[in-house]
């Protein structure tokens, strides 16, 4: 079945970077376009960063632009995120997220999160 693990959150001063992973299995990872989401206490579920499958073409939200950077390695099955210049405001619970092919159609599928807290 399809697995998403998230790795790397943690806690971090305003203006560090931090690095998050989340590996991939149980479907064909090279033909999904992969995405980071987060969510804060009392908030919705946000788009962090979005890549496709071949990684042509990226996008971010304007509140993350310039400080994340998504990127992707189909031979290990990892997509990852690059979090610099981090704030407060960035503090929440990040989820992986696969637009991958079930068998039968493409679904959306998600990782358990990993926390990210930003805090002096």
């Known amino acids: 079945q399809v697995q998403l693990v998230e790795s790397g959150g943690g806690l971090v001063q305003p203006g560090g970077s931090l690095r998050l992973s989340c590996a991939a299995s149980?479907?064909?990872?090279?033909?999904?376009?992969m995405s980071w989401y987060r969510q804060a206490p009392g908030k919705e579920r946000e788009l962090v960063a979005t890549?496709?499958?071949?990684?042509?073409?990226?996008n971010y939200p304007d509140s993350v632009k310039g400080r994340f950077t998504i990127s992707r390695d189909n031979a290990k099955n990892t997509v990852y995120l690059q979090m610099n210049s981090l704030k407060p405001e960035d503090t929440a619970v990040y989820y992986c997220?696969?637009?991958?092919?079930?068998?039968?159609?493409?679904?959306?599928?998600w990782g358990q999160g990993t926390q990210v807290t930003v805090s002096s």
């Open positions: 890549i496709t499958s071949v990684g042509r073409d990226i």
């Open positions: 149980g479907f064909t990872f090279s033909y999904s376009a």
């Open positions: 997220n696969a637009y991958a092919y079930n068998g039968e159609y493409y679904t959306n599928f």
